[in-house]
Each structure stands twice: as structure tokens, then as C-alpha cells.
């Protein structure tokens, strides 16, 4: 392991770049209320200070583990969910200082592709409803209009526009997907959240859903923040990797650079456990003791170190804040991986 030099630590994690997108010290915490009164009496802390930015055309991966916070901090950056604490700087402009009518704007730049293409989509809305929603309510354009829109979006996520006219339980789950799409670029945003968006899709539809918003990207000039579990799909689509454990961010860093030397214990741990088809070849799994703590009750230092197998007495006390390590890498260890 490698202790971080000096002048390493002394760099914003941000470092003034020129982002689309920047959340400064973004908090999010849920209250904990109990009694005849509802007091407070302790808060779940689902994003805590966390800082990072995406540049306009990239695409930012983002993993971890199941409630580590990475749904949360997406819907907070869209403003879906209120932030406690910290700055959101889109176009360099702070939107959680926005009005309503400011907001309502800014809409029409950033969408959202959810995970469930069965549960995002409304059973009693055609598709021509569905994708024509969002132009009903931020266009001027007529019923004409809205439904030639329609037909050209169908066209570009690959779907029949003759059937624009059914509803989304005659469509299969990739279908659904594509739809779900069609609706999120309709208004040509700048920045979409694709949040689990390949996750409950067969692994043969996942390659196709991940090739279309690679080509979206490519024609369209989208800025992706794309949430998964698996990471194998986030080295296929990202540009840039976040790595969140309980909260908070624990790595970024160009995506082949980590993958092929992650720096903090808790990425090391995820990447062994990828499968492998290399014959002849074996990679030592990081197996990681005990369960993830509670975002209600973290642990005191490093958050990790009550599973991490690197621990020292350092960081059980101090809790280290994200440090950059070269220009495109930054982590918070203590004694980073060598």
C-alpha cells in the first residue's frame, strides 16, 4: 500500500474542471421519527458530502452496492428528491437556488431512464401518449406536430411506429425499455440518468438497449450518468467510474485504469468478483466479512474499515476524504492498493 502525497491531498476532488454537471458536498439524509410526536431522532444518511463532475459528452458509470446511495444521489441531482445540504451546479448555474418556473425549465435538459420498463411506463397511456407527454407539457407544438415527434423517435430507438398506438403490455421488456427511451430524449436534453436502466433486461437485450445509447450519445450529443450493479456493462459504456460504499464516494477514476488497478480495498472487491472466461487463468477473490453497516449508524473513520481486510488503527478514527492521486484519479484510503 501507498500512503498519498502531500500535494495530492491538497486538491479539490473536483478540481475546477469544466463540467456539465458538479455536486459540491452534496448531502441527502431521510429523518428518523419515533413516538406520539414523530420526533427526530436520528437521520439515514443516504449521500453524504459527496463531490464529483461529469464533462458534456462523457458518460460517468456509477457503482457499489444495494443501498450504498447511487439511486439516491441521482434523483437528488435531478431535483426528484430535495438536497439537505451542498451545491448542484448545472451550466455552472446552483439549481438547488432555482424557482419553480426555473426548474420547470431545466426539465427539458435533464431526464431520467428508469429501471423497471414495466413499472415506469403508464398501463392505461398509449405509447404515442407516453412519448408525447413531455412535449405536451413543454412545447407548443400541435397534435400533428407531437405525433410525427413521436413516429421520429420510435424510428431512432428502433421500434415500429406503426404501433404507436398500443400499450405497453403488448410490448416485451427491451420494447418497453426502448420506449422508455424515446420518451427520456424526446425534449433533446443535455444530461440523462440511466438509473439500473439494463438491469431487469435478459443479457441479449442488454447489449442491444447498451448499443442504442452508445449511438444516442454518439448522434444526439447526450451526457450520461449510468447507475448498475453490473460492472462489466459499466466498462462497456462509461467513460469515467464512481465508486459509492455507504454513502459516499470512495474512487473515481478513468474506467480501463480501474479496472486494471484499482486503488481503494472496496473496488479491488468488487472487481474479483467478476467472472472471468480466461482458461488457465485465476484471479484471487476479495471475499469481504460481515454485513454493510447501517447509513443510519456508519462506522467512525473509514466507513469501510469494519470489512476491510487492509484496516490499520488509522482507519478506524479518521475518516479520509477524497484525495487526488493523478489528474484523472482520485480515492479516499488512507493506504491506497499499490
Known amino acids: 500500500m501507498a500512503q498519498l ?3 495530492a491531498t491538497a486538491q479539490s476532488p473536483t478540481n475546477g474542471g469544466d463540467y456539465l454537471i458538479e455536486v459540491k458536498h452534496l448531502k441527502k439524509y431521510f429523518p428518523i421519527k419515533k413516538g406520539l410526536f414523530s420526533r427526530t431522532v436520528g437521520n439515514v444518511r443516504a ?3 459527496v463531490s464529483f463532475g461529469i464533462q458534456a459528452g462523457e458518460c460517468f458509470g456509477l457503482v457499489g452496492e444495494s443501498g450504498c446511495g ?6 437528488v441531482m435531478l431535483q426528484l428528491q430535495s438536497a439537505t445540504d451542498g451545491q448542484i451546479l448545472f451550466e455552472n448555474e446552483d439549481i438547488l437556488k432555482y424557482s419553480g418556473r426555473q426548474m420547470r425549465d431545466l426539465r427539458k435538459k435533464m431526464q431520467i431512464i428508469f429501471q423497471d420498463p414495466f413499472g415506469s411506463l403508464n398501463p392505461r397511456f398509449t405509447v404515442r401518449d407516453i412519448i408525447g407527454e413531455p412535449l ?6 400541435s397534435a400533428k406536430q407531437i405525433d410525427d415527434r413521436v413516429v421520429e423517435l420510435l424510428s431512432t430507438v428502433g421500434l415500429d411506429p406503426a404501433r404507436r398506438g398500443r400499450y405497453p403490455h403488448e410490448f416485451s421488456g427491451g420494447q418497453r425499455q426502448r420506449i422508455g427511451i424515446a420518451r427520456a430524449i424526446a425534449l433533446n436534453p443535455r444530461f440523462v440518468v440511466a438509473d439500473e436502466a439494463v438491469s431487469a433486461l435478459d443479457v441479449s437485450v442488454q447489449s442491444q438497449v447498451l448499443n442504442l445509447l452508445m449511438k444516442l450519445q454518439r448522434e444526439l450529443g447526450l451526457t450520461y450518468l449510468f447507475i448498475a450493479h453490473g ?9 469515467r467510474v464512481g465508486v459509492m460504499y455507504l454513502g459516499k464516494m470512495v474512487e473515481v477514476s478513468t474506467t480501463d485504469e480501474l479496472f486494471k488497478h484499482p486503488l481503494h480495498p472496496y473496488t479491488a472487491a468488487l472487481l474479483s468478483a467478476i467472472p472471468r ?10 471475499v469481504l466479512q460481515g454485513d454493510v453497516p447501517s ?3 456508519p462506522p467512525s473513520g473509514c466507513r469501510f474499515h469494519t470489512r476491510c481486510p487492509f484496516a490499520k488503527e488509522r482507519c478506524k478514527t479518521e475518516e479520509p476524504p477524497l484525495r487526488r492521486v493523478t489528474d484523472d484519479r482520485l480515492v479516499a484510503c488512507h493506504f491506497p492498493l499499490e
Do not use: F
Open 5 to 7: 502525497t502531500q500535494d
Open 47 to 49: 449521500v453524504d458530502d
Open 70 to 75: 447511487k439511486s439516491t444521489l441521482a434523483r
Open 136 to 141: 405536451k407539457v413543454h412545447t407548443n407544438l
Open 231 to 239: 460492472l462489466n456493462v459499466v466498462r462497456h459504456i462509461s467513460d
Open 277 to 286: 472466461a480466461e482458461i488457465g487463468r485465476k484471479r484471487e477473490r476479495i
Open 295 to 297: 447509513p443510519a449508524n
